[in-house]
């Protein structure tokens, strides 16, 4: 089992920049891929960012450039660095974590573990 609790969310500017974290409980971090997904209202949740567990990063096309995501084995974190903020950004944040997160990135019914999410506004 996996707990995933975020962070970092918040009210930002367009043009600004916030930090996401997502802290995982566990002895297994390391075995985990880890990812980033967001949903609005309504809408279904979509692929953000996903990181491998040897460090290899994927994006979805529409935050590459603006976006990194980064993980801290020994602290059993991922981040989300998030740049140039839009309000097309404006979204609830989710951390996920699979052992096969890369290759379900599109099918997110299939992922293991979710954290309960994290707002995210900015503000035109």
């Known amino acids: 089992q996996v707990q995933l609790v975020e962070s970092g969310g918040g009210l930002v500017q367009a043009g600004g920049s916030l930090r996401l974290s997502c802290a995982a409980s566990?002895?297994?971090?390391?075995?985990?891929?880890m990812g980033w997904f967001r949903q609005a209202p309504g809408k279904e949740r979509e692929f953000v960012a996903a990181i491998s567990r040897i460090q290899s990063t994927y994006y979805t096309d529409s935050v590459k450039g603006r976006f990194t995501i980064s993980r801290d084995n020994a602290k059993n974190t991922v981040y989300l660095q998030m740049n140039s903020l839009k309000p097309e950004d404006t979204d609830v944040y989710y951390c996920a974590a699979d052992t096969f997160l890369i290759t379900r990135a599109t099918s997110v019914g299939a992922i293991a573990y979710w954290g309960q999410g994290t707002q995210v506004t900015v503000s035109s």
């Open positions: 566990g002895r297994t971090f390391n075995s985990y891929a």
